[in-house]
Nanobody, 128 residues
Framework: VQLVESGGGLVQTGASLKLTCTASDFDLEDGAIGWFRQAPGKEREVVAC???????????LIEDSVKGRFSVSADFAKNTAFLHLKNLRSEDSGVYYC???????????????????WGQGTQVTVSP
């Protein structure tokens, strides 16, 4: 099982990015998808989670600190999930990870400990 994130980069304050998480040997419809980030010297923190199948999203949660600026979506036909980042701030900088909680269908939660499959991360740097 492998998760690969992409889409990070160096952007200016106020910019937008779309992060992609592509799964191999695992069907994203068979688990909950979480997005996390980690800034240097800080703990990894949750950003959002979602659960869905086909063209439907059963549940999505967005952490309060990024609500209104970040959103999630997925193309389950391509086994890919997305994290949409808007109006980026310097404090949004960090490595962004996607993760999956296997066999959790229909809902998701924002607890890091729930997730058992992780990607390698993609760096997002927001310059002032």
């Amino acid at each position: 099982v492998q998760l690969v994130e992409s889409g990070g980069g160096l952007v200016q304050t106020g910019a937008s990015l779309k992060l992609t998480c592509t799964a191999s040997d695992f069907d994203l419809e068979d688990g909950a998808i979480g997005w996390f980030r980690q800034a240097p010297g800080k703990e990894r923190e949750v950003v959002a989670c979602m659960s869905g199948a086909d063209t439907r999203i059963f549940m999505q949660l967005i952490e309060d600190s990024v609500k209104g600026r970040f959103s999630v979506s997925a193309d389950f036909a391509k086994n890919t999930a997305f994290l949409h980042l808007k109006n980026l701030r310097s404090e949004d900088s960090g490595v962004y990870y996607c993760a999956v909680e296997d066999r959790r269908i229909g809902n998701c939660d924002l607890r890091r400990s729930s997730y058992d499959i992780w990607g390698q991360g993609t760096q997002v740097t927001v310059s002032p």
